[in-house]
Each structure stands twice: as C-alpha cells, then as structure tokens.
C-alpha cells in the first residue's frame, strides 16, 4: 500500500521525465530544426540565457492574472448565490450568462483597448472575463442541488431560507468552489497571455509574440514553459486547500 501510494505521487513527474525523454530523443534523431520544434535542451538553454527578462514578464503576467482572478472568485461567488439561491434569478440569468460565456473572449480585448489602454486593464478584465463564469456555475448548482428533504427538514426545526443558505448551501457548495477555482485559473492564464499578445507591451504574452517575430521558437516555447508552470503550480495549491477544507467531501474515494 505504501509502495502504491509513493508510486502515485511520483507518477505525474515520470510521465513528466518520459515526455522529455521522448522529445528530445525525436529532435535529435530526425534532426529537427529549432525553428520547427526546438528540443527541451534548446528550450533550457533559452531560459537560462533570458533568465532576467522570463522572469520579469512572468511576474507581469502572474500578479495580473492574480487580478483578474480575484475579481472573479468576488463576482463570481456573489452571481452564483444570487443564482442559486432564486429559482426566478436562474431562470432569467442563467441563459444570459451561457450566451455570454460563448463569447470569444479575444474579441473583447480590442474593445478593452479602447476603453482602457494598452496595459494591464485589458489583460486583468479578460481573465477576469474567461475565468468568473465556472465559479458562477458551480456556487449556483451547490446551491441548487440541495436536497429538499433535507431543507424542509431544516425548516420544520425552525431554521428560515438565510439560514439553509448560509448554514447548510454554502458549506455543501465548498467541494464546487475549489473544483470551480482549479479549472477557472487555467483559463485566467490563457485570458491574461491572450491579452498581452494583442495589447501589452510585457508579459508572457508579449515575450511569445516578440520571440515568434524574431524567429526564436525555442524562447517562445519558454514561455510557454512558464505559464504552464505556474497554472500547475496555483492549481496544486488549491488542490492542498481543498483537501485540508473539505476532506470530508472526499471519504469515500480517499477510502476507496
């Protein structure tokens, strides 16, 4: 048991070693040019020599991200309970919000543009606008999903509709939230590149479209690299959050 349970924590890091292993394995002997698919090594090599500039627009594109996202968990949590707490607000809303998810998000940056200038606005508001709506759906189906039994069990002991809500939906809705927090700052990250690739002049985003301009394939799949990178690194940290606030949510796979 315990030699299974060290192997499923190691597992993401040799699939992780492999997939390095494989590439850099086909580079070398189909003779890939960099500028087609640079190797790992060149990749390494990329992000050790611009080490000072990476990191200075990683940190740009980490805190605006953090920005965007922030908003979104405030908007997001606040639509989700109005949502789900109102059967007549689901049904006028909930369409309203699908339709608008629908949206590609890029098409507003030219828009936020005009609105707030090239810099981080643009890039704060579109992963605040990729990011809010999983949030929103998960809070609104926590609390929609409340069993009625249970609720009019609650009712007959005297507890009012706040009460259920705040008591007994929000603690049943915490397993949606941290489910709804690891997919909605993925997209966050996407929002922010995506908008510094089309309106800023730092970050990740704007590091990849200057590296693709100068034909430096092996810099852009760097920054590439670090996004990626620090999306799993935030994820993880909201995986250790929600074992530690809603284990028990999650007995009977732990079990199992």
Not at 100 to 118: D, S
Not at 163 to 177: E, Q
Request: proline fraction near 5%; hydrophobic fraction near 60%.
């Amino acid at each position: 048991m315990q030699r299974r349970r060290m192997l499923e924590r190691a597992s993401p890091f040799i699939l992780m070693a492999l997939i390095v292993v494989v590439w850099e394995l086909i580079c070398r002997v189909f003779n890939v040019s960099e500028f087609i698919f640079p190797a790992p090594s060149a990749i390494w090599a990329k992000l050790v020599e611009f080490y000072p500039q990476i990191a200075a627009h990683a940190w740009r594109t980490f805190w605006v991200t953090m920005l965007g996202f922030a908003l979104a968990i405030v908007i997001g949590v606040l639509l989700g309970f109005i949502i789900g707490s109102s059967r007549l607000a689901y049904t006028a809303m909930y369409p309203l919000m699908t339709a608008f998810n629908a949206l590609p998000k890029a098409a507003f940056v030219p828009i936020l543009v005009v609105w707030f200038g090239i810099g981080a606005g643009p890039a704060v508001l579109t992963a605040f606008l990729i990011s809010f709506f999983p949030i929103t759906v998960n809070i609104a189906t926590g609390l929609a999903t409340l069993e009625p039994e249970l609720e009019d069990v609650l009712r007959v002991l005297g507890a009012r509709r706040w009460d259920v809500l705040i008591k007994v939906g929000l603690p049943r809705s915490m397993p949606y939230f941290f489910a709804s927090l690891k997919v909605a700052i993925t997209l966050a990250f996407v929002g922010t590149t995506v908008s510094e690739m089309m309106a800023a002049n730092e970050g990740i985003g704007y590091m990849l479209v200057s590296a693709g301009a100068s034909m430096q394939m092996a810099l852009a799949f760097a920054g590439l690299l670090v996004v990626g990178v620090m999306a799993m690194l935030m994820y993880e940290l909201f995986s250790l959050v929600e074992k530690h606030t809603t284990a028990w949510a999650h007995r009977g796979s732990q079990a199992a």
